[in-house]
């Protein structure tokens, strides 16, 4: 009786290469989990290391802040692309559907971190009568929020990890052949940078909470090391 050519594979491999098989498999998805912590509690004598904490964790995850500001205690990091299927050499990913997402799509992710005193709440819309702005810089009701230097208590630190989708404006897919794709034209003037390539956007499509767990559970492992006597000295705020 001829085996079907899936048994004959099975049979031929043996159930500990198929185990090896799956389990470099499982580890090809990726290597972020969900077992870091939401949110991380500090005492606000503990600030400056904190934040030099979420600085190095995103070096380490290759998105170095574009910006850090210690008075209202926000980080914003460089963009790095996710590693797809057809970059077995990146671990990145969260799981098997976000590389296959990767492969068929091209997507980043970059971080946000926020510093606040705990509990505090932003101040309702619902509540303001009229929207006149933001506030001036240096101005009463712009210090009004805090200053986490200066802030004395415990302080709350959160990640928010965003996952942006690149896109290309005014492509009409043509679902016969690629060949046949093409670009619509703006008829506005001076909106080009001059050359001829297609101009691409990048637009949010999602948060990766296992990112975010992944990154706080680094950072939070930082902030439970002693201090060292050759600690670095503190950066000027941006």
């Given at each position: 009786?001829?085996?079907?050519?899936?048994r004959?594979?099975?049979?031929y491999c043996?159930a500990?290469?198929?185990?090896?098989?799956a389990?470099?498999?499982?580890?090809l998805?990726?290597?972020n989990?969900m077992?870091?912590?939401?949110?991380?509690?500090?005492d606000?004598a503990?600030?400056?290391?904190?934040?030099?904490a979420?600085?190095?964790?995103?070096?380490?995850?290759?998105?170095p802040?574009?910006?850090?500001?210690r008075?209202?205690?926000?980080?914003?990091?460089?963009?790095?692309t996710?590693?797809?299927?057809?970059?077995?050499?990146?671990?990145?990913s969260t799981?098997a559907?976000?590389?296959?997402?990767?492969?068929?799509?091209?997507?980043?992710?970059?971080?946000?971190?926020?510093?606040?005193?705990?509990?505090?709440q932003?101040?309702?819309?619902?509540?303001?009568a009229?929207?006149?702005?933001?506030?001036?810089?240096?101005?009463?009701?712009?210090l009004?929020?805090?200053?986490?230097?200066?802030?004395?208590?415990?302080i709350e630190?959160?990640?928010?990890?965003?996952?942006?989708?690149?896109?290309?404006?005014g492509?009409?897919?043509?679902?016969w052949?690629s060949?046949?794709t093409?670009?619509t034209?703006?008829?506005?003037?001076?909106v080009?940078?001059?050359?001829?390539?297609?101009?691409?956007?990048?637009?949010?499509?999602?948060?990766?909470?296992?990112s975010?767990?992944?990154?706080?559970?680094?950072i939070?492992?930082?902030?439970d090391?002693?201090a060292?006597?050759?600690?670095?000295?503190?950066?000027p705020?941006?």
């Amino acid at each position: 009786m001829d085996r079907s050519p899936i048994r004959t594979i099975l049979g031929y491999c043996g159930a500990p290469t198929i185990a090896v098989l799956a389990s470099c498999v499982i580890l090809l998805t990726g290597c972020n989990t969900m077992n870091g912590p939401a949110v991380i509690e500090i005492d606000s004598a503990d600030y400056s290391k904190a934040f030099e904490a979420c600085i190095e964790a995103s070096r380490n995850a290759g998105m170095p802040p574009q910006a850090a500001d210690r008075t209202t205690g926000i980080i914003e990091t460089e963009p790095k692309t996710i590693g797809s299927w057809i970059e077995p050499w990146r671990f990145d990913s969260t799981g098997a559907m976000q590389k296959a997402e990767n492969t068929a799509q091209f997507q980043r992710r970059r971080v946000r971190f926020v510093f606040t005193p705990k509990d505090w709440q932003p101040e309702s819309i619902e509540a303001i009568a009229t929207m006149t702005g933001p506030a001036a810089p240096g101005s009463t009701d712009d210090l009004k929020r805090f200053d986490l230097e200066t802030y004395k208590g415990p302080i709350e630190i959160r990640a928010r990890v965003f996952v942006e989708r690149n896109f290309t404006d005014g492509m009409r897919i043509n679902t016969w052949s690629s060949t046949l794709t093409s670009q619509t034209q703006t008829p506005t003037p001076g909106v080009t940078d001059g050359s001829t390539r297609a101009q691409t956007t990048w637009t949010p499509v999602g948060r990766d909470e296992a990112s975010e767990r992944t990154i706080m559970a680094e950072i939070q492992t930082m902030i439970d090391e002693p201090a060292t006597s050759n600690q670095t000295v503190d950066a000027p705020s941006s």
